[in-house]
């Protein structure tokens, strides 16, 4: 047994995602000034880290240690995210003829939902970096994932939420002792207003993709899908996307666990699957139609929070997974994301987010276009738990 050493990263570097050009590790960063896109982590694993080690260590996220980060495990702070199940989705399976479904379920996190996985990270950073006080503009999840690692960092937490969303997520934030500031409008409106705050203020902002970290976090769904599958991968991976977060985070994984050797050289990587609202799908219009996708773009709420996110910051980067892996980009209507999560808590006794009923969704509508093969392994991801959005299910 290889224990998790106390001190020690392979973080080599920060490196603008577009043009490569690096950025100080060391020092507090936001995203790539040269580009306007975000830093990415670059590791070197020479010499040491294998997947044996892995075997008897802690199930958290954090046994990927040695690919994240953070320089010294006394700075992490953790609520025991990660590792999370994977079920086989027999019944719905069967019933509809899928030989191989599965389902990452991420609702068992600390505060309900995936957010807390990229929250872990970037806060354990800023933490070592030296960082106390913390903003966020958020859909819902990701705001009290902050609030709840600000609230065990010691650190001050302002989350910027559109009103609209359920009562939960406001009260979650409250409760971890944030401060809540809410917003007419969407996500985008949020990072108005985090902007206008920070004119004055100058507090660390955890905008998604606006710094290098949450990504760090979010990245582990991909090691711990190889993991449970034994370092085989699905044939598809559906993912709902807002931000782009976890779609980025999963590939980036899948290539860094090939440049390792951890995965065989040559295995064929997942086709990724984002899915979205058609209440708000701007990944959508760009996918089909790269340079007129904002026009008449009329972006509305959606019962799926974290998919309403008008402007995401990462869109090129999700564009390229899609290109990279083969997969495509789809939306569905909010009755059909309402019909799925039903289905999927009655056959399966999983009561999930809408954002991931909505892969469900998707994929009953891409078997029925034949544009999936059903014999095929196909992982569907539930970013959340559905307990959060009882009030607006009813
Ligand atoms: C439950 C849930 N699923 C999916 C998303 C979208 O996540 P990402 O930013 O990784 O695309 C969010 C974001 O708020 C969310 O809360
Ligand atoms: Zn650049």
Known sequence: MTAIPETFSYAA???CARCGRPYPIHQIQ?????????????????????????LFREKTMWRYFEALPVSERK????????????????????????????????????????????????????KELGIHRCIVPTAGNAGGALAAYCAKAGMECTVVMPRHTPSVFKDECRLYGANLVLVDGLISDC?????????????????????PYRLEG????????????????????????????????IWKAFKEMLSAGWLAPGTSLPKMIAVQSMEC????????????????????PSIANGLA???????????????????????VSESAIKKALQQVARQEGLLISPEGAATWAALLQLRNAGHIDPGARIVLLNTGSGYKYLENLQ
């Open 191 to 211: 990072a108005k207003k985090v902007g206008e705050v920070n004119r004055e203020k100058d507090w660390f902002d955890l905008s998604t993709l606006k710094e």
């Open 218 to 249: 979010k990245k582990t769904m991909g090691y711990e899908l190889a993991e449970q599958f034994n370092w085989q991968l699905p044939d598809y991976i559906l993912y709902p996307a807002g931000g782009g977060t976890g779609l980025i985070g």
């Open 30 to 54: 936001q995203f790539a000034d040269c580009c306007q896109q975000p830093l990415l982590v670059q590791y070197d694993w020479e010499p040491g880290f294998c997947k044996e080690d892995l």
């Open 281 to 300: 799908a701007p990944l959508v219009r760009a996918f089909y139609q790269p340079q007129q996708w904002k026009q008449g773009f009329q972006p509305q």
């Open 13 to 15: 570097a920060l490196a």
């Open 309 to 331: 996110v008008p402007y995401p910051f990462g869109m090129d980067m999700m564009l390229e997974v899609l290109q990279q892996s083969g997969g495509l980009a789809m939306a």
């Open 75 to 126: 700075h992490i702070i953790s609520l025991g995210e990660g590792m999370t199940p994977l079920f086989q989705l027999s019944s719905l399976g069967s019933e509809q003829d899928f030989a191989d479904l599965w389902m990452k379920d991420e609702s068992g996190n600390p505060t309900g939902s995936f957010k807390a996985r990229g929250m872990s990270v970037a806060i354990s950073k800023a």
